[in-house]
């Protein structure tokens, strides 16, 4: 249904009410997103030592430091990993077996993170909107594996093996 609003718009100008019921709700989940960020802290929940939050704003708990080589840019990483959304909803996993993933084909906050990774690494990276999927989302409405737009991830990752 298409309506004619007269605040805030011209006068003339038809909204779509859908749209901008669509468009407040994935502003909303990224004000929630970072409101959950700006929570996410260390006290009580993590051991400090192990909490660590890089320039572009990934969060990151590392439950286990692994061993060389470590990861980079340009590598390839077997992987064991667990993908959710900060309301606990999982979007994607791996099962009995790692899967390989070069860092260059992922979103910017796995590739960031895996990078700082060593084989045998666990960590749980905590990636903001902007570097997971963006404004855009994943997937379809419906489905298990999708990510609304603006969705804070949280994954759980283990290194299997690494190379270049």
């Known amino acids: 249904m298409i309506l004619t609003v007269m605040v805030g718009c011209k006068k003339d100008e038809a909204v779509d009410w859908r749209t901008l019921n669509v468009q407040w709700l994935e502003h909303n989940r990224a004000d929630k997103g970072?409101?959950?960020?700006?929570?996410?802290?260390?006290?009580?929940?993590?051991?400090?030592?192990?909490?660590h939050e890089t320039e572009s704003g990934l969060q990151y708990y590392v439950l286990y430091d692994g061993v060389a080589p470590?990861?980079?840019?340009?590598?390839?990483?077997?992987?064991?990993?667990?993908?959710?959304?900060?309301?606990?909803?999982?979007?994607d996993s791996t099962s009995v077996t790692s899967s390989q993933f070069y860092l260059s084909t992922l979103v910017d906050g796995m590739s960031e993170g895996l990078a700082k990774m060593k084989t045998k690494a666990e960590y749980v990276f905590f990636i903001p909107w902007y570097l997971g999927y963006g404004e855009d989302g994943s997937g379809a409405a419906g489905y298990a594996n999708y990510i609304p737009p603006y969705s804070t991830l949280i994954?759980?990752?283990?290194?299997?093996a690494c190379g270049n």
């Open 155 to 160: 994954f759980q990752v283990q290194i299997d």
């Open 34 to 51: 970072k409101a959950w960020f700006e929570a996410n802290n260390p006290a009580g929940t993590y051991d400090a030592s192990c909490f």
């Open 70 to 91: 470590q990861a980079n840019p340009e590598s390839y990483v077997y992987a064991f990993y667990k993908g959710s959304l900060i309301t606990g909803n999982v979007f």
